[in-house]
């Protein structure tokens, strides 16, 4: 498992690399946005709807795409922005 996994990100480095920066970015601006909670919630909505975004164009371009797919990926991003939303409203 680990090894297909190295293998498809030195295919796929690009894809990959954006994914790392575009999280990166959306972790980033959690923690600088501390004082301002309204954009705080529009970061994380964006981040998941960009990792939602990512993982749907990732195996749209590797032509491995299902329904199923897109599913899971907007099923992880709802859950974490629900821990993360849950943790702004709280504070």
């Known amino acids: 498992m680990l090894k297909h996994l190295l293998?498809?990100?030195?295919?796929?480095?690009?894809?990959y690399f954006i994914l790392l920066v575009g999280v990166f970015s959306g972790i980033s601006a959690f923690f600088?946005?501390?004082?301002?909670?309204?954009?705080r919630i529009i970061s994380v909505v964006l981040l998941g709807l960009f990792y939602f975004l990512w993982g749907t164009g990732h195996h749209l371009s590797n032509k491995d795409w299902h329904l199923r797919v897109s599913l899971e990926y907007l099923l992880v991003a709802i859950i974490a922005c629900g821990l993360l939303l849950s943790l702004i409203l709280r504070s």
Request: net charge positive.
């Open 7 to 15: 293998k498809d990100i030195k295919k796929h480095y690009w894809q």
């Open 32 to 39: 600088l946005l501390a004082g301002m909670p309204n954009l």
